[in-house]
């Protein structure tokens, strides 16, 4: 492990450890031992892999590409990102100059439509608008970003293991279809969850759950014996059947497009493969440092990967936790308690540094699922293979309980640094026999706080507008508990996480004042999160992909979907509602925003995005709070503007390239208290 050490040490500094290997590396290789040798030679090759791994990502990020509408030969490299948005990363190969083809080895682009068809190491003819400009598209640098496109697959993948890669990948999605449990059983297949909602997702990391889909060794373990169980009649020997693995596991890695914890599964694998096909075998500690020291030299970008990290670490903290309870019994419970905490120990630091906060209750949580999440993988992976409906069916229904399991351990608390350190400092004191009572009393009353306290609302009517970034999610609480969202921005999980925070599992009325994504995307699986009473979508013949969704989903939950009209009512305790609008049909659907007059003793006035026709066909208003439409946009009529606002106007804005807000609607507000969301953060407003 030391060697293992010593390479992502030097991958992680790349060619700023040149000072480190001049200092520690070149005395030990003339004068030091076999083993500081090595150590200093595995330190030098992980600094050149990560010096290169860091020049290549530069040179990606700063290569000149055409600008304008261009047509290309690429090949695509990841198909990975097919979530929401859609990305492909692509090679190019030659470009179309004067009617004739032009080699061009370019850098890597990414296609942010989606091509549902095309996989990777196809060929691909495609007119596009290049973007230029060096970015990092979901961790992967681009030169540029393609839009408009018209594709035309010219070749297929030629590689047997791409095309055996693929024809997995299409198996599994094929076969298994679309729906919420499908979605996390294709994840735990190959991780490719795209079809998990960003919700879920969120539940799953919140509940220390997330690595049933981060695909590693288990995964492995289940599709090599696949593999030797339908080759056992042709592949009798030991070193036939090792060769027969090793390729296997090419084919699966291309298949989970290479995530960093198959790349280290597999290649834990293979050398333990190779090494019973020579008779020299791995011990685990050796098998995991020699893997992890033979890809940080190969690639050193994986040093600095944050999935690559988890996945060594938890493979770590699994090897000592299989030891932790060994002598007690039963043995498989304490065997999975062991394993669980010490792959979550392992990675308690990482998740601190990388995302700020751990689960506390995710050994529990894990002890729980991982049988489940077992048995949906088999249940899954027989289904894949059989193409039999109750099968599928019976794997989804497994993983509805796991994210049924991960929504409810979401809910528990989540340790910081100081947390985690009175959590360690509790376990330590555990070791004093006379003070477990104690203590165990301690952390049931802190465990069980959370969950059996009630919700307390407001003591008046309030109104809190959320910063959610660029987009519109306006709160309004009663103090006997009434609920209403009046729409959710365009991140699900900064919805969930607002509600989460403020212990709400129930929202009496869901507005959706129409069906931008910076006003709906955050519906995304809320419904999941939360009850519902009443949703009201605006009269749209198109509500938009994500709004459409929302609505189906509701309807078949039960949940009353309404078109409200203008005059439309609705009372949650002391706070009344009124719809003043769509007044009409308009061209603009932002014209055709739901606007809404709000009372609690105060008023306030949501419009919306309405623009100029629909502003200037509302009935004269003064609210006391205005919720300034279209978050500032120059499409507001100056003089309603004028003539509307009242004490306190609210911006509900975050970082853009839209100029919001203008510097004209600003003027108008002169001499009017202002309040923006990207410099207040969530804006609470009382209504009494």
């Known amino acids: 492990m030391a060697v293992a050490a010593a390479a992502w040490i030097g991958a992680a500094a790349g060619w700023r450890g040149w000072l480190l290997v001049a200092a520690l590396a070149v005395p030990v290789l003339v004068w030091g031992k076999r083993r500081a040798a090595l150590v200093a030679t595995a330190l030098l090759l992980g600094v050149v892999s990560g010096g290169l791994a860091h020049t290549r990502h530069d040179a990606t990020l700063q290569a000149a590409v055409p600008d304008g509408r261009v047509t290309m030969a690429v090949r695509v490299a990841d198909d990975q990102h097919r979530g929401r948005p859609a990305v492909t990363l692509v090679r190019p190969e030659a470009l179309l100059v004067g009617g004739s083809w032009q080699h061009w080895s370019g850098p890597q682009l990414a296609l942010t439509e989606d ?9 691909l003819v495609l007119t596009a608008a290049v973007a230029p400009g060096g970015r990092l598209v979901r961790g992967d640098p681009v030169a540029g970003v393609l839009r408009s496109v018209t594709v035309d697959i010219v ?9 055996a890669g693929n024809a997995i990948r299409e198996r599994v999605d094929t076969v298994l279809g679309p729906g919420r449990g499908s979605g996390l059983v294709s994840g735990f297949l190959i991780g490719d969850v795209s079809g998990v909602s960003r919700t879920d997702l969120d539940a799953l990391r919140r509940s220390g759950l997330t690595h049933f889909v981060a695909v590693s060794g288990s995964n492995v373990a289940l599709f090599l014996a696949g593999v030797w169980l339908v080759t056992a009649p042709v592949v009798r020997s030991i070193r036939m059947r090792a060769v027969v693995g090793i390729g296997a596991l090419v084919v699966f890695v291309v298949a989970t497009r290479w995530e960093p914890s198959v790349v280290r599964a597999a290649a834990m694998a293979g050398l333990v493969l190779a090494g019973a096909a020579a008779g020299l075998p791995f011990r685990p500690w050796v098998a995991l440092s020699a893997a992890v020291t033979g890809l940080l030299v190969v690639s050193g970008q994986l040093a600095v990967d944050v999935g690559f990290q988890l996945s060594v670490a938890a493979t770590a903290g699994v090897l000592v936790g299989v030891r932790l309870f060994s002598e007690r019994r039963p043995r498989f419970l304490w065997g999975a308690l062991g394993v669980s905490v010490g792959a979550q120990a392992a990675v308690v630091p990482l998740l601190l540094v990388h995302f700020g906060a751990v689960p506390l209750l995710s050994p529990v949580a894990n002890v729980v699922a991982a049988p489940i999440v077992t048995a949906a993988t088999a249940v899954g992976a027989i289904a894949v293979i059989t193409s039999w409906a109750p099968l599928v069916g019976a794997a ?10 991960a929504t409810l351990a979401a809910r528990w608390p989540q340790l910081q640094w100081f947390g985690v350190l009175a959590v360690s400092g509790v376990a330590a004191l555990s070791r004093i026999r006379r003070l477990r009572p104690a203590l165990a009393l301690v952390a049931v009353v802190a465990v069980a706080l959370p969950v059996v306290v009630p919700r307390r609302p407001p003591a008046v009517p309030t109104a809190t507008v959320l910063d959610v970034g660029q987009g519109d999610a306006i709160l309004l609480e009663d103090p006997g508990g009434a609920v209403a969202l009046v729409d959710a921005g365009s991140d699900p999980v900064t919805i969930a996480g607002a509600l989460r925070s403020r212990r709400i599992d129930r929202v009496d009325l869901l507005v959706a004042t129409h069906g931008d994504f910076d006003h709906v995307g955050g519906l995304e699986g809320l419904l999941e999160a939360v009850a519902v009473g009443v949703l009201w979508v605006p009269d749209h013949p198109d509500l938009g992909p994500v709004l459409s969704q929302v609505a189906a989903e509701a309807r078949t939950r039960g949940i009353v979907v309404t078109v409200p009209v203008v005059g439309a009512r609705a009372t949650l305790g002391s706070i009344r509602i009124e719809v003043l609008g769509p007044r009409r049909r308009y061209l603009a659907q932002n014209d055709g925003s739901i606007v809404l007059w709000v009372a609690g003793g105060r008023t306030l006035l949501l419009p919306g995005d309405i623009e100029a026709v629909a502003q200037l066909e509302l009935p004269d208003l003064r609210p006391d709070v205005l919720l300034v439409p279209h978050h500032g946009s120059a499409t507001t009529d100056l003089r309603w503007l004028e003539r509307t606002v009242g004490p306190l106007a ?20 002169q001499g009017t208290s202002v309040r923006e969301t990207r410099i207040d953060g969530d804006i609470v407003v009382s209504l009494r």
């Open 115 to 123: 091509q549902p068809s095309a996989q990777v190491g196809d060929r």
């Open 155 to 163: 070749q297929s993948a030629a590689e047997p293991w791409l095309i």
């Open 396 to 405: 989804s229904r497994l993983a509805e309980l796991v994210l049924g399991i």
């Open 650 to 669: 609210v911006i509900s804005v975050g970082d853009n390239t839209f100029g919001h807000p203008a510097s004209e609607i600003l003027d108008v507000l």
